[in-house]
C-alpha cells in the first residue's frame, strides 16, 4: 500500500465525513443495496477511498468487495453490462495505487470477457463503458512511465 500524504486536512475531514456516513448508511439499510453489483461497487469505493486515506482496512474491503463481484457473476446473479461496468469501475479504484496494478488489469479482463460473450450493448451504455475503459488504461499507463 502507497503511503498517502494529506495536503488539505479540511478536505480530509470532509471525505472522512461522507464515507462514515455511507458505511453506516450501508450497515443501517442492508436493502437499500440489495442489487449484488451495486453493493459491491459502494463497498469497492470506500475500500479504495480508505486506502487513499491511508486505512490499511481499506484494501481488505477492496478486495472483499472484487471476490463478491466475482462470486455473484460467476453464479449468475448480476447482469452482464452492469459487472462490466462495476470491473470497469473497480479496475480504475486499482489502478489508483501503483501496487494494485495487476488486479486492475484483471478486472479490465473481466469487464472484456463478459462484453465479448454479450454482444448487446450498444449506445450509451457501450460509450460509458468505453470511456472508463479509457481512463481506467490512462491511470495505468501514467503508472507505468512513472
Given at each position: 500500500?502507497?503511503?498517502?500524504?494529506?495536503?488539505?486536512?479540511?478536505?480530509?475531514?470532509?471525505?472522512?465525513?461522507?464515507?462514515?456516513?455511507?458505511?453506516?448508511?450501508?450497515?443501517?439499510?442492508?436493502?437499500?443495496?440489495?442489487?449484488?453489483?451495486?453493493?459491491?461497487?459502494?463497498?469497492?469505493?470506500?475500500?479504495?477511498?480508505?486506502?487513499?486515506?491511508?486505512?490499511?482496512?481499506?484494501?481488505?474491503?477492496?478486495?472483499?468487495?472484487?471476490?463478491?463481484?466475482?462470486?455473484?457473476?460467476?453464479?449468475?446473479?448480476?447482469d452482464?453490462?452492469?459487472?462490466?461496468?462495476a470491473?470497469?469501475?473497480?479496475?480504475?479504484?486499482?489502478?489508483?495505487?501503483?501496487?494494485?496494478d495487476?488486479?486492475?488489469?484483471?478486472?479490465?479482463?473481466?469487464?472484456?470477457?463478459?462484453?465479448?460473450?454479450?454482444?448487446t450493448?450498444?449506445?450509451?451504455?457501450?460509450?460509458?463503458?468505453?470511456?472508463?475503459?479509457?481512463l481506467?488504461?490512462?491511470?495505468?499507463?501514467?503508472?507505468?512511465s512513472?
Amino acid at each position: 500500500m502507497t503511503t498517502t500524504t494529506i495536503q488539505h486536512p479540511g478536505v480530509l475531514h470532509e471525505a472522512r465525513r461522507f464515507l462514515a456516513a455511507t458505511a453506516e448508511r450501508v450497515r443501517q439499510e442492508d436493502d437499500l443495496l440489495s442489487y449484488p453489483v451495486d453493493r459491491a461497487v459502494v463497498n469497492a469505493v470506500l475500500g479504495a477511498s480508505g486506502v487513499l486515506l491511508g486505512d490499511r482496512r481499506g484494501g481488505e474491503r477492496l478486495a472483499v468487495a472484487s471476490d463478491q463481484l466475482r462470486h455473484h457473476v460467476q453464479h449468475g446473479q448480476a447482469d452482464r453490462q452492469d459487472a462490466a461496468v462495476a470491473h470497469t469501475l473497480l479496475a480504475i479504484l486499482y489502478a489508483l495505487d501503483h501496487e494494485t496494478d495487476s488486479q486492475a488489469h484483471r478486472h479490465l479482463q473481466d469487464a472484456n470477457d463478459l462484453i465479448e460473450a454479450d454482444d448487446t450493448l450498444t449506445g450509451g451504455d457501450a460509450l460509458v463503458l468505453c470511456a472508463l475503459t479509457g481512463l481506467a488504461y490512462a491511470l495505468l499507463a501514467t503508472r507505468d512511465s512513472q
